[in-house]
């Protein structure tokens, strides 16, 4: 299994942006696709957003479609999460995981640690 460190968490006004990270332990295979959840307190995991590692053809989620943006750096085996506009309800765990099939529809073996976001109002 490859290990994932995402970072890019932190506490921020309502409005602003944050780009989140996840660096990869090594250079993942073919066909393997890397996403990004989130998990609110009380809540459960939502899957946000997607990206093929090799084709690229991201995808994302429609909740979160015009404010959020996956995409990634093959040479830095690093995948982000770019997020603007945020609000409070933003406000959870966010966790990076890679696994296989088509970014609509991953199916994910690898999980990080997550880093947090907070969203003041």
């Known amino acids: 299994q490859v290990q994932l460190v995402e970072s890019g968490g932190g506490l921020v006004q309502a409005g602003g942006s944050l780009r989140l990270s996840c660096v990869a332990s090594?250079?993942?295979?073919?066909?393997?696709?890397m996403a990004w959840f989130r998990q609110g307190p009380g809540k459960e995991r939502d899957f946000l957003a997607a990206?093929?590692?090799?084709?690229?053809?991201?995808y994302v989620a429609d909740s979160v479609k015009d404010r959020f943006t996956i995409s990634r750096d093959n040479g830095k085996n690093t995948v982000y999460l770019q997020m603007n506009n945020l609000k409070s309800d933003d406000t959870a765990a966010y966790y990076c995981?890679?696994?296989?099939?088509?970014?609509?529809?991953?199916?994910?073996?690898?999980w990080g640690q997550g880093t947090q976001v907070t969203v003041s109002s």
């Open positions: 990206i093929n590692w090799s084709a690229g053809n991201p």
């Open positions: 090594k250079r993942t295979f073919f066909n393997t696709v």
């Open positions: 995981a890679a696994g296989r099939g088509s970014a609509q529809n991953p199916v994910m073996n690898s």
